[in-house]
């Protein structure tokens, strides 16, 4: 039986063998996930993003014992940064987390950014692909504690959740900086701290001042102290209210098309890429290329004319391309 | 292999011990080795160890121990991977543990004991020398 068939049995182990394949991004792992396909698109997926530090693992633990109170199945990706010295990583968001990780109903994967940016793994949508198959309700992921630049946790969440504290000085102008355009729900953690009445006041200037969502959704901020569980009650009902919303005014299907979108043509460049690469590969290697490059015998814009002619010549001759296998 | 497999190990604490400062040493020596490191903290019963490595997939156990307790817990974790068809993951040991313990553990299916003193490069470079990686 392979990978698939097991998972869709209830095989853990194999879901979780899945997942690593995926994310080591060996070839097979796409036989898998075609299969594994047409059993997801089930899960309700939550993005928890917001600075270092500021709380999301102890949320996520706090929102995980709520929603298996309501007898929901849970799978968590948490996301921790790669060293872009040693490729290395410590993986610790489990830590908060780890109450849950004998409870039948909640899997826990850890991944690595592994050089990605945007605050996920390269793997993260077909990881959730996999737990989404494996029938888990809700898929709740944690991002890499950065500042800016995560929004690419919009293109995969269907309710995006932002968590920052008060007491940082500069609170406002970082989530101005890039996180505003993302959150649809706003949480200020650590609010036992002082501060939080005021940054949830400027927090509140700053939504009116943004010019209108078209899904016409204003978020709303939520005050908690997860490490007590405070507030997490009202934070999860924001969740729902954010569902419905999209679901009452039809805007869940664009929610998911548009993420659908990024992911597929994210894979098309991907393999797009590989394939041209591993062309180039057998004649002119591509450090020949940028040192032609480099020394102005050439020209990128010509050179990619160049290689996109000869690769779609190629295409139409072979009718296969790239190296690998080609599963249909 | 795959030039984009990566070693995946699991570093937890079993048992009571009151800090994990040793452990987070190891960790850290592991991440510098280029190495993925899943780190759940103190205190962890054999049943969040085992259930922990069974969802991150890793291909190893670190286990860390101070309190003594060793001679329970490395063969209750070892018999619960064999009871979840998990023991293809190997499982090594370190802290302060005393030597004439080390041939039970081993019988225990500890693939190895690393004691107080050992270098983090002689526990990375056996951990590179003992795992094969699927693909
Ligand atoms: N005072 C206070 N501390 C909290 C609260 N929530 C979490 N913490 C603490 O903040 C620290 C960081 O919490 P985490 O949940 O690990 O934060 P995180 O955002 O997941 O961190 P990264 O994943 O490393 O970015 C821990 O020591 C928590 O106990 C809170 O409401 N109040
Ligand atoms: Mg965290």
Redesign the interface.
């Known amino acids: 039986m392979g990978l698939a068939e097991r998972i869709l049995k209830g095989d853990?182990?194999a879901a979780?063998?899945l997942?690593?394949?995926i994310d080591?991004?060996?070839p097979?792992a796409w036989h898998e996930l075609k299969k594994l396909y047409p059993k997801t698109g089930r899960a309700y997926i939550i993005g928890v993003t917001g600075l270092p530090g500021s709380g999301k693992s102890t949320l996520v633990d706090k929102i995980v014992e709520i929603f298996r109170k309501e007898g929901k199945t849970i799978g968590i990706v948490a996301v921790d940064p790669?060293?872009p010295f040693?490729?290395?990583?410590?993986?610790?968001d489990?830590?908060r987390m780890?109450r849950h990780?004998?409870d039948d109903g909640v899997?826990?994967?850890?991944l690595?950014t592994?050089g990605y940016l945007g605050g996920i793994s390269r793997s993260t949508h077909d990881i959730i692909n996999v737990m989404d198959a494996m029938g888990k309700d809700i898929i709740i992921v944690e991002t890499v504690g950065v500042g800016q630049d995560e929004v690419e946790i919009v293109n995969t969440a269907h309710t995006s959740i932002v968590v920052t504290v008060p007491g940082l000085g500069d609170e406002v102008q970082i989530i101005k900086a890039g996180l505003l355009e993302i959150a649809d729900i706003f949480v200020i953690n650590k609010s036992e701290r002082e501060g939080a009445e005021k940054l949830e006041q400027e927090l509140r200037v700053m939504i009116e001042m943004a010019p209108p969502r078209q899904d016409g959704w204003t978020p709303p901020i939520f005050k908690t102290e997860a490490v007590l569980g405070k507030g997490v009650f009202e934070l999860i009902y924001g969740v729902s209210r954010h569902r419905n919303s999209l679901i009452e005014s039809k805007k869940l299907d664009g929610k998911n098309k548009l993420r659908t979108k990024k992911h597929f043509l994210k894979l098309l460049q991907t393999r797009l890429l590989e394939s041209v690469l591993g062309r180039m590969e057998e004649g002119e290697t591509l450090d020949k290329m940028l040192q032609q490059l480099v020394d102005r015998k050439g020209n990128p814009y010509g050179l990619v004319e160049k290689i996109m002619r000869e690769h779609l010549k190629s295409h139409l001759r072979s009718d296969h391309g790239g190296k690998g296998k080609t599963h249909s | 292999m795959?030039p984009?497999?990566?070693i995946?190990i699991l570093i937890a604490k079993p048992g009571l011990d009151g800090h994990d400062r040793g452990a987070r040493v190891i960790?850290?020596g592991?991440?510098?080795?280029?190495?993925?490191?899943?780190?759940?903290?103190l205190h962890?019963?054999p049943?969040?160890i085992v259930?922990?490595a069974?969802?991150?997939?890793v291909d190893v156990i670190g286990l860390s121990a101070l309190s003594g307790a060793h001679d329970y817990l490395f063969p209750r974790i070892t018999e619960l991977l064999r009871e979840?068809?998990?023991d293809d993951i190997t499982v090594i040991g370190g802290g302060i543990i005393p030597e004439e313990d080390i041939p039970e553990l081993n019988k225990a299916g500890v693939k190895a004991i690393f004691t107080p003193g050992t270098r983090i490069e002689e526990a990375v470079a056996w951990v590179k020398g003992h795992v094969k990686l699927?693909?």
């Open positions: 853990v182990r979780a063998r997942m690593r394949d080591d991004d060996l097979d790669t060293s040693t490729g290395g990583a410590i993986l610790g489990r830590i780890q990780s004998t899997f826990i994967r850890s690595a592994r | 795959s984009k497999r990566k995946r960790a850290r592991f991440r510098d080795a280029g190495f993925e490191v899943i780190y759940t903290g962890q019963t049943e969040q259930a922990t069974i969802q991150e997939d979840e068809g998990a699927r693909g």
